[in-house]
């Protein structure tokens, strides 16, 4: 179970009046990451299109009578179905595009997984909400058009927020005047409200409308989660100041996901169902796990053995949070809908953090002096874990050669996982163009094999051990971070 900590709310009591100081980012920014967005809007465009397209041509298609006119009508769904799937084809790979949100110095980091925003239609709130002012309030609705202009102007820089504290600061005053203004200018009765709500999905493009200031919301709350991502990855891991936001900006992601799938329901959009939320909750809390073990290794590794078992059971939580990120995403009904860039970059992590954890047990074996013998002896029965018997070891190794030939074992075993990592990741188009991610995995890989190397020997015909399974503790367990107050 996760712990969660309430993160402070941003001045829910603010009037709507006091919106015109908020601006978004420019859209015509020629940032890579501005060209992406845009690019992702005019696909969506596109995709609405050949949908309405589709669907006059299967109504004429139950209509016409004439066989002539079926088969004509029948080629030209062909053809529709044909562009949407290139089209839902395009976009995917620009939502695989994960390395344009990254860190751009130099530094050698594993890169982390972001979301793109959500994007919207223009609305204007002018005149149903004049209309309703007249029937509802008999009050002279001119007396407030600055202000229901200032909350058109708001909603429109919340569609391009930037991406940093301010971007969130301007879709958290959007969401809290929709809190306001649902209770005074929106029918009780949605079915009668005249302001429809269009949102694309965040994956796949296909656009939902819904009349319900709800969707409006939830929409709102899920791009904060998805800015909160792009901030976090957009860190420099290699610091200790980047390493701390890229934490707490996963914690945020984490717990917009997880508010908006414990307060917001029936949502019409993929991106937004409770399977999809609580995947994006796990993946953003694995995220956040592993930069902590970045974070260690900044503070220096510890060469004792406790310190080597420390970051290796490290390695073995992250390992296990992100192999239940993968379960999550290749089930129904996500196995067809996440892209395959995203469930590649988590098995391969996987793999690699799994090696991770053999390699530095092995090195507490190997490594370790006379005087870590006892320390050895004791935390030794409860490092390992045998996930099918449910049992420990009862043997701890008793002198130096057998650490060695166990330590061997370990080491072999982590030789084994990095060449499957560097396997899965080969197999992956988008995951190939990542130089550094494929670099982070040969550095392992290298090091790894160098030390089996060392311990090979031509009169070595001591048979190989099996490994266990290892106990999977974190010394600093994230949390998620609501970032709306109850």
Same mark, same amino acid.
């Given at each position: ?17 006091? /919106? ?12 890579? #990451? ?14 609405? #299109? ?18 002539? @006119? ?74 407030? #058009? ?84 792009? @901030? ?39 991106? @937004? ?126 002198? /130096? ?86």
């Amino acid at each position: 179970m996760f712990k969660f900590i309430a993160f402070v709310d941003r001045d829910k009591n603010r009037n709507v009046t006091n /919106t015109k100081s908020v601006q978004g980012s420019d859209p015509l920014n020629e940032s890579a #990451r501005g060209k992406l967005q845009s690019r992702r809007s005019k696909i969506n465009d596109e995709i609405c #299109r050949e949908l309405k397209m589709r669907a006059g041509a299967e109504n004429l298609y139950r209509a016409a009578s004439n066989r002539k @006119m079926k088969e004509t009508v029948a080629l030209e769904l062909q053809f529709v179905n044909s562009n949407l799937q290139l089209l839902k084809e395009e976009l995917s790979e620009l939502n695989s595009s994960v390395d344009i949100y990254q860190n751009d110095s130099s530094s050698v980091t594993v890169p982390m997984i972001p979301l793109g925003l959500k994007e919207t239609n223009d609305v204007h709130f002018a005149a149903p909400f004049k209309d309703y002012i007249i029937d509802h309030y008999s009050e002279d609705p001119e007396r407030f #058009r600055s202000a229901i202009n200032d909350l058109d102007d708001l909603r429109q820089s919340a569609r391009t927020p930037s991406r940093d504290e301010a971007g969130i600061d301007l879709l958290l005053e959007y969401y809290n005047q929709l809190y306001f203004v649902e209770k005074r200018l929106f029918p009780s009765n949605k079915s009668t409200s005249s302001i429809y709500f269009h949102w694309y999905d965040s994956l796949t493009g296909v656009p939902s409308s819904q009349r319900t200031v709800g969707f409006e919301k939830g929409s709102i709350l899920f791009n904060i989660g998805s800015l909160y991502t792009q @901030m976090g990855c957009r860190q420099d891991r290699s610091t200790l100041e980047g390493v701390e936001a890229a934490i707490g900006n996963f914690q945020k992601a984490a717990g917009a996901f997880y508010y908006l799938q414990d307060r917001f329901s029936h949502a019409p959009s993929m991106d @937004m169902q409770p399977q999809t939320l609580i995947m994006l909750v796990q993946l953003m809390m694995s995220q956040a796990q592993e930069c902590t073990y970045e974070k260690q290794l900044l503070h220096g590794l510890d060469s004792s053995v406790k310190g080597y078992l420390d970051i290796a059971q490290e390695s073995a939580q992250i390992a296990r949070m992100y192999r239940e990120t993968h379960k999550m995403m290749t089930c129904s009904p996500l196995q067809d809908y996440v892209p395959f860039s995203w469930v590649s970059m988590v098995l391969v992590k996987e793999e690699h953090f799994s090696a991770l954890s053999h390699y530095y047990t092995a090195l507490a074996l190997i490594e370790n002096r006379d005087s870590d013998f006892d320390v050895l002896e004791k935390i030794f029965t409860n490092f390992y874990v045998d996930a099918e018997m449910n049992t420990v070891p009862s043997d701890v190794p008793q002198n /130096t050669e057998e650490r060695r030939t166990l330590g061997k074992s370990h080491m072999r075993e982590a030789l084994l996982l990095h060449e499957d990592a560097m396997r899965v990741h080969n197999l992956c188009k988008q995951l190939r163009k990542i130089d550094t991610c494929q670099e982070v995995l040969k550095q392992a890989h290298d090091r790894s094999l160098l030390k089996f190397e060392s311990l090979e020997s031509e009169d070595d015909f001591t048979e190989d051990k099996s490994v266990l399974s290892l106990k999977r503790e974190s010394v600093c367990p994230v949390s998620v971070y609501l970032p709306l107050s109850q």
